[in-house]
């Protein structure tokens, strides 16, 4: 078993996610800040990945320190912002739950469900302390999670899917299962890829993530001295959550 985004998922990990609209995201995530009690010029990028939004948002004119645990995700955020000519980027390598950059932005953001790692109380506690203390007064706290009602009553179901790139085919495959004690879905993925001429190879990543339910992210935004602000379904952020919502857009005030 590799690690969580371990070196392989990594490697193929913009492939899988090609179809996501990630500008359209950093469209939604300007309209938040706009809405916001502050302008907004620096944004902490919490388990920024392989930089998609923090390049974006730096492209946009935003000065953004994007944080990640993988140093495999952040060589490809490096690359991507080098690429892009993102001058206003910085990616460093540490647990979001800990990580203490001696500085505070306008914004924190945390994308893709990324708080959904967080699967104990203490942990989600930590995380959103962090948040809290790396926002200036009157800052955004901006992520998404999954919605503990949508999960309750769509449920994970088992997933293909398939991607042709010029090395190669990938293959994931997906099945979850609930773990309702704790308020986790289990998600286990088995990655396969195919390249001409040469064996397949597989990884399997198994990814715990946690749901929530909105009077509990209430309680511990609260705790950390945040204030939930907006809890909408996700993308479509103009209606509240419902039980189709599986993602929810959080915003919280500090």
């Not at 690690?3 to 469209?27: I, N, P, Q, T």
Request: hydrophobic content about 40%; some cysteine.
């Amino acid at each position: 078993m590799s690690s969580v985004f371990g070196a392989d998922y990594a490697d193929s990990y913009d492939a899988l996610y090609a179809d996501k609209d990630y500008r359209a995201e950093c469209d939604l995530l300007e309209e938040v800040f706009r809405r916001g009690r502050h302008q907004v010029r620096t944004v902490l990028d919490m388990g920024s990945g392989t930089g998609r939004h923090s390049v974006e948002l730096a492209c946009r004119g935003y000065d953004v320190v994007g944080v990640d645990l993988s140093e495999g995700m952040l060589e490809r955020a490096r690359r991507r912002a080098v690429e892009r000519g993102a001058t206003g980027t910085d990616f460093r390598l540490g647990d979001i739950a800990t990580i203490d950059l001696d500085r505070r932005f306008d914004a924190v953001t945390s994308m893709f469900a990324v708080v959904g790692y967080q699967i104990t109380d203490a942990a989600l506690r930590a995380t959103f302390a962090n948040a809290r203390r790396h926002l200036e007064p009157g800052g955004l706290f901006v992520f998404d999670v999954w919605y503990g009602p949508a999960v309750l009553h769509l449920g994970p179901s088992e997933r293909v899917k398939v991607v042709r790139t010029d090395a190669g085919e990938i293959e994931r495959k997906a099945v979850g299962t609930i773990e309702p004690a704790g308020n986790v879905c289990s998600i286990r993925y088995e990655l396969t890829r195919r390249r001409p001429g040469t064996p397949a190879a597989t990884i399997h990543e198994t990814h715990r993530m946690r749901y929530f339910f909105q009077d509990e992210l209430r309680g511990h935004l609260a705790e950390a001295g945040l204030e939930l602000q907006t809890i909408a379904a996700f993308p479509d952020v103009e209606n509240p959550p419902s039980v189709e919502s599986w993602n929810v857009l959080v915003v919280a005030g500090g």
